[in-house]
């Protein structure tokens, strides 16, 4: 990771500011995507608030890295702002995790294949690393963010309504659902309070049925409209993406073969 120069910084940086869970899990996500991970595994403790993880089986963080990983502007996407006309990642300004810090206690397990084992990192309210052991989880990246806006007593309280808080789990799993549908080899589960809400497997894209798939576009074409970030890819995506095979057969055809 390298720091991003001030003049690129300045043309990139919008002040990311974490407003919600779905925000979070959002951000993580793109971070797993971005280093690989075909198995993603999101547990939410109390709607979230509680506790959010979020676990890859990605390339993981090199250790070289680790003592910038949640400062602002470093990232490994890019190195001027010229680099953004071949971008090919979700994430480019190294805020995601700076950002989750401001708002929550940040924790993160990584391991790559160099490693022998995996290393956690508990980090500061401004992204720097604090503290560090040994762990004994496989090679990927969980991030673990703790007790969500307990500096931000009126954001906390935003969330006090139990539907608010179901609201908010709704997102995450229309979140979820959205990437199942773009990304059918990606392996997804979210988990809150111990049960298990949604398994998005491999699979999915051959057993959703037709109306299942328009409810997802039409709930995502609703959020462009309403300016949500919730959304993966944006409109001319969600445009390409709006044609849905009418029969099952049609549907299979589209589809590669998937390994089990």
Do not use: W
Request: aromatic share 4%; proline share 3%.
């Amino acid at each position: 990771m390298k720091q991003l120069p001030p003049e690129t910084v300045q043309l990139l940086s919008s002040s990311q500011v974490i407003t919600s869970v779905v925000n979070v899990v959002k951000e993580l996500m793109e971070n797993s995507l971005d280093a690989g991970a075909s198995s993603i595994d999101v547990k939410l403790e109390n709607h979230g608030l509680d506790r959010i993880e979020v676990r890859d089986n990605g390339l993981g963080i090199k250790a070289a890295d680790t003592s910038v990983m949640g400062m602002r502007h470093f990232t490994s996407k890019i190195c001027s702002h010229e680099d953004l006309e071949r971008l090919e990642t979700y994430g480019f300004r190294g805020e995601a995790l700076g950002s989750i810090c401001a708002v929550a206690e940040v924790t993160v397990i990584t391991k790559t294949e160099e490693d022998d084992i995996s290393t956690k990192y508990t980090l500061n309210f401004t992204g720097e690393v604090v503290a560090k052991k040994p762990s004994h989880l496989g090679q990927g990246t969980t991030v673990s963010a703790l007790k969500l806006f307990k500096n931000l007593p009126v954001r906390r309280q935003y969330f006090s309504s139990s539907k608010k808080c179901k609201e908010e789990v709704k997102k995450v799993q229309d979140l979820l659902m959205a990437y199942a549908i773009i990304k059918p080899d990606l392996r997804l589960t979210l988990v809150h309070n111990k049960g298990e809400a949604v398994r998005l497997a491999r699979q999915l894209p051959t057993n959703l049925s037709r109306d299942d798939v328009e409810e997802t576009l039409r709930r995502m074409d609703q959020r462009l409209s309403e300016n949500s970030q919730t959304c993966i890819h944006g409109r001319p995506f969600l445009h390409h993406l709006s044609e849905v095979p009418s029969t099952e057969q049609e549907a299979k055809a589209l589809l590669r073969p998937l390994e089990m």
